[in-house]
């Protein structure tokens, strides 16, 4: 007997509202042209298009379907794919180097990711410090690239990339926004030094409260959007995977899921979007399952600080910081999920939220508009709304 499996939508219902059928073919299928007939009898629209075949893949002699099928969904994700060949960076620069600006610093210098990598911090000693470390790795790691540290912003000069993590990281009981006005302070300073001795850097804005710190980043630098970015996205939707992974029992490679919003209590994860191994949540999971993984990601950066007392997240953080550097540098391609001003896309105006968006050399490219269930835009215009309140109070 043969097979043809249609995986890829949530329903028949999302398939059509997407106006596209996915096929996704595994080691071991056999493809035959019943995909293609069931699709037609519904009436979806296939798009053609080539399909990476992971394993050789056994057809019956049915020759609609062969080895080009449809298009893929997009995947959000790539903890297991190997590294394309990447673009090193010329001089990175870390303006804070605390926990998430060491950590960015660790894994951008054990990678040799760019020839000269400059950490910064007003604590006194503290970037030299770092600086000092790492570059005594390079006899085990062989990495070339030097990092340097010092304590004054005049150090992003001709910088290329420049990640911004400096200032104050929330306690037990706070939440992010309670941040926004002793680290806007911050911000307004390392903006005006990226404005004068950096002008043609794409900086990455890691501190909180983030969708508003990279609005403050853009107002004082006056640089294009495309080269302003908040690091959020990446970092959520890690953590959306890394729950429904564990609530599912299959390995985090198996899961592709994508969070946008804010990065607040606004936070919103799209189930919609969401596989695994391929197919849609509601193969794996219950609905109550899938709302308590949402939970999970909203509350994950919480539930660190209450484990920690003092501080937050330092390590995914720096990963998911990472991810961005590696989109940049061509090493990863594809939309990532990335905080940007929005100038319409969404139907939102005028307020920096996460979206998922292709990055390259200069910043972003294009912002990717998924289509999404209507309560997942609702929760995009929430935390637009939220957002836009913030900044005015
Ligand atoms: N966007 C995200 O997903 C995300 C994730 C984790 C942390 N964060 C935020 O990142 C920020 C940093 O977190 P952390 O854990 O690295 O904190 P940390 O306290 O370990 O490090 C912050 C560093 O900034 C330095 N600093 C403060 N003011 C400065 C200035 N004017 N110039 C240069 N350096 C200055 C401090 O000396 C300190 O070393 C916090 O605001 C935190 O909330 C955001
Ligand atoms: O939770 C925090 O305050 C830090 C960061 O935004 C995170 O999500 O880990």
New binding site residues.
């Given amino acids: 007997m043969t097979q043809g499996r249609v995986i890829g939508t949530d329903t028949v219902e999302d398939a059509r509202q997407r106006g596209r059928l996915i096929v996704e073919v595994m080691p071991g299928d056999i493809v035959t042209a019943l995909a293609r007939e069931s699709a037609e009898r519904l009436g979806l629209k296939l798009v053609d298009g080539p399909v990476e075949m992971p394993a050789p893949v056994r057809t019956d002699g049915a020759t609609s379907m062969r080895r080009t099928l449809y298009r893929r969904a997009p995947k959000w994700q790539a903890p297991s794919r190997s590294p394309r060949k990447a673009r090193r960076l010329g001089k990175l620069a870390l ?8 950590n960015i610093a660790h894994l951008t210098s054990r990678a040799d990711m760019a020839e000269e990598i400059v950490l ?4 006194p000693g ?1 970037a030299a410090a770092t600086a000092l470390d790492l570059n005594h790795t390079s006899g085990i790691t062989g990495a070339a690239g030097r990092c340097i540290g010092g304590e004054t ?1 005049d150090l992003v000069s001709g910088a290329e990339v420049i990640v911004v ?6 306690s037990p009981g706070m939440t ?1 926004a309670d ?1 926004i006005d002793v ?1 806007a302070r ?1 911000i307004r ?2 903006g005006e030094a990226i404005r004068s001795e950096a002008p043609n850097a794409v900086v990455i804005v ?3 409260p ?1 969708d508003e710190m990279t609005t403050e980043m853009l107002r004082v630098t006056g640089f294009p959007r495309e080269r302003v970015l ?3 996205g990446t ?1 959520d939707s890690s953590r959306f995977r890394n729950a429904l992974a564990m609530m599912a029992g299959v390995s985090p490679a198996d899961v592709d899921a994508i969070t946008l919003g804010s ?1 607040g209590e606004e936070m919103a994860p799209i189930p919609s979007r969401a596989t695994i191994k391929g197919r849609p949540l509601n193969v794996f999971l219950s609905e109550e399952q899938v709302k308590a993984c949402v939970k999970d990601a909203i509350t994950g ?1 919480g539930q660190v600080v209450a484990l920690k007392k003092s ?4 390590i995914a ?1 720096a990963h ?1 910081t990472i991810e961005l550097i590696d989109h940049m540098r061509g090493a990863r391609t594809g939309p990532v999920p990335v905080s940007v001003m929005l100038n319409g896309e969404y139907g939102i105006d005028d307020v920096v939220l996460g979206v998922p968006a292709h990055l390259g050399q200069g910043g972003m490219i294009k912002i990717e508009e998924l289509r999404l269930t209507e309560a997942e835009t609702a929760a995009l215009h929430t935390a637009a709304d939220a957002i836009r309140t913030r900044l005015a109070t």
């Fill in positions: 303006i804070g180097a605390g926990g998430v600006g060491g910064i911090d007003i604590a503290m912003l993590t400096a200032g104050r990281a929330r992010r941040l680290n911050v300073q390392a890691v501190t909180n983030l908040g690091m959020a970092l990065h950066g501080g937050s997240a330092t953080p998911a």
